[in-house]
């Protein structure tokens, strides 16, 4: 089963708006990943945030983690058209040699020019 | 470095043929990951290896799927026989340990059609 459900599954916007995107997961964790596909090609990671942290920025990207309420969202500030893509949050329950990541299906992200 | 390489790009078999997807890693990443992605079931992790050892392979669907990884540069993923139902886009990606890293690198993905 799928251990992080995004929210929405689509979201349009206009260019320079902000895309808000959010995971929920059911396990407690040991971090959790945002990443981004574009279409026909693999994922890139975006960002980490681990579970003793509550917010992280990288640029345009702004993640937040509640433990509290198992749910995490991303940010994508002043968007752009290249920003369209899916984006899929992934969770680790734990690190080490058993450390694997679960994906939740995704969002998809169109950006309007 | 040229990133998690992945062969074929592209395949199309008939149903009953043996597939074989192989994947190169990055250099120096003692983590290997084999995923499959659908619509339908999304992302899915099939199996992963640790220096080489398979680690976990709870994630893969039946017999008919084998994947092996003879050396720290180099794993196969092998379906047979091939059916319809294993269409999909085939990622493998690699981590590195050290200094606790936990990011995957992602391959181009293979996308398997079997008619």
């Known amino acids: 089963s799928q251990q992080g459900e995004e929210d929405p599954q689509a979201l349009s916007i206009q260019e320079g708006e902000n895309a808000t995107m959010n995971c929920s997961y059911k396990?407690?964790?040991?971090?959790l990943q945002w990443y981004r596909q574009n279409s026909g090609r693999g994922l890139v990671h975006l960002i980490l945030?681990?579970?003793?942290?509550r917010e992280k920025h990288s640029g345009r990207l702004r993640v937040t983690l509640d433990t509290s309420k198992k749910s995490s969202s991303l940010l994508i500030t002043a968007s752009r058209a290249a920003d369209t893509a899916s984006y899929f949050c992934?969770?680790?329950?734990?690190?080490?040699?058993?450390?694997?990541?679960?994906f939740g299906k995704g969002i998809t992200l169109s950006v309007r020019p | 470095d040229a990133g998690v390489i992945q062969s074929p790009r592209h395949e199309v078999t008939e149903m009953g043929q043996e597939v074989t997807l192989r994947c190169k890693p990055i250099s120096g990443h003692d983590y290997l990951f084999w995923y499959r992605q659908t619509m339908m079931r999304g992302l899915e992790l099939l199996i992963y290896?640790?220096?080489?050892?398979?680690?976990?392979d709870s994630g893969m669907p039946e017999d008919r799927f084998s994947a092996k990884m003879p050396n720290a540069s180099f794993s196969t993923l092998k379906i047979q026989p091939s059916e319809p139902r294993d269409s999909a886009v085939y990622f493998c990606?690699?981590?590195?340990?050290?200094?606790?890293?936990?990011?995957?690198?992602f391959g181009p993905g293979t996308r398997l059609l079997v008619l």
């Open positions: 992934a969770t680790a329950t734990h690190t080490g040699a058993n450390s694997k990541l679960t």
């Open positions: 290896f640790n220096n080489n050892v398979p680690i976990d």
């Open positions: 945030i681990r579970s003793n942290e």
């Open positions: 990606a690699s981590k590195s340990s050290s200094g606790h890293q936990e990011t995957q690198y």
């Open positions: 396990t407690s964790i040991n971090n």
